[in-house]
């Protein structure tokens, strides 16, 4: 799988939106941008997933660029509840040998209140 | 509630005393795997199974065992633990779809310390 570059922390302030962004200029065609997150404590979680098109979903939208090569997971109000670390994942369904999650050190996301 | 368990939560044990770590998903997923997660290192695959009776290594198998007699249960077994095994362990499970909604659900993970 590509490769993803994200920041390393990112603040924020509560009912504030918040814009995650992740660079990804080696995706190719058939690759699914995911995000997954960690609360403290917690094993990881699905966020949202997209191939082109703009998703949204309960927890969060997710903007792509028109090139692939970018991504923004948005956050529309964080809550305490946020705070966590907000992994970018690129993954290929066609290529489920080993279908690993390949984990950078993703964007420590704070929120304060 | 569709999930993915892991027992134990947190495990204290000395070096050489085997121990199993079990994980099991109600979903039924094909897809199961285990990953070690260290600090400054992030989480790194140990195990994954596609199906029943099929399994393979990920990036850092040396020093464990996985066995998938069914397919709801993927155990993790450390034959001879040693300290840097010392870590965090996450179960993950998925279907095996051609779509990008094959999304991976963790267990919340086993701590385990080797003495």
């Known amino acids: 799988d590509a490769k993803t570059t994200q920041p390393n922390s990112m603040e924020s302030n509560e009912e504030e939106p918040v814009h995650l962004p992740c660079n990804h200029s080696?995706?190719?065609?058939?690759?699914?941008i995911h995000w997954y997150r960690q609360l403290p404590s917690q094993g990881p979680e699905y966020v949202i997933h997209?191939?082109?098109s703009n998703v949204n979903n309960r927890m969060a939208s997710l903007a792509i660029a028109e090139d692939r090569k970018s991504s923004t997971l948005i956050l529309h109000r964080a809550t305490l509840r946020d705070a966590a670390v907000y992994y970018c994942?690129?993954?290929?369904?066609?290529?489920?040998?080993?279908?690993?999650?390949?984990f950078g050190k993703g964007t420590t996301l704070s929120v304060s209140s | 509630e569709a999930q993915v368990t892991q027992n134990p939560r947190y495990l204290i044990t000395v070096t050489g005393k085997k121990l199993t770590v079990t994980c099991s998903q109600n979903?039924?997923?094909?897809?199961m795997s285990w990953y070690r997660q260290d600090p400054g290192l992030g989480l790194r695959q140990i195990y994954y199974?596609?199906?029943?009776?099929?399994?393979d290594k990920g990036d850092v198998p040396e020093g464990y065992k996985v066995s998938r007699k069914e397919k709801r249960n993927f155990p993790l077994i450390l034959e001879s633990p040693s300290p840097n095994q010392t870590s965090l362990y996450f179960c993950?499970?998925?279907?095996?779809?051609?779509?990008?909604?094959?999304?991976?659900?963790f267990g919340a993970g086993s701590r385990l310390t080797v003495l």
């Open positions: 993950a499970s998925s279907s095996l779809t051609s779509s990008g909604a094959n999304v991976l659900t």
């Open positions: 080696t995706i190719s065609g058939t690759d699914y």
């Open positions: 997209g191939l082109t």
């Open positions: 994942i690129l993954r290929d369904p066609l290529n489920q040998a080993g279908t690993a999650l390949i």
């Open positions: 979903m039924n997923h094909e897809y």
């Open positions: 199974s596609m199906n029943v009776e099929v399994t």
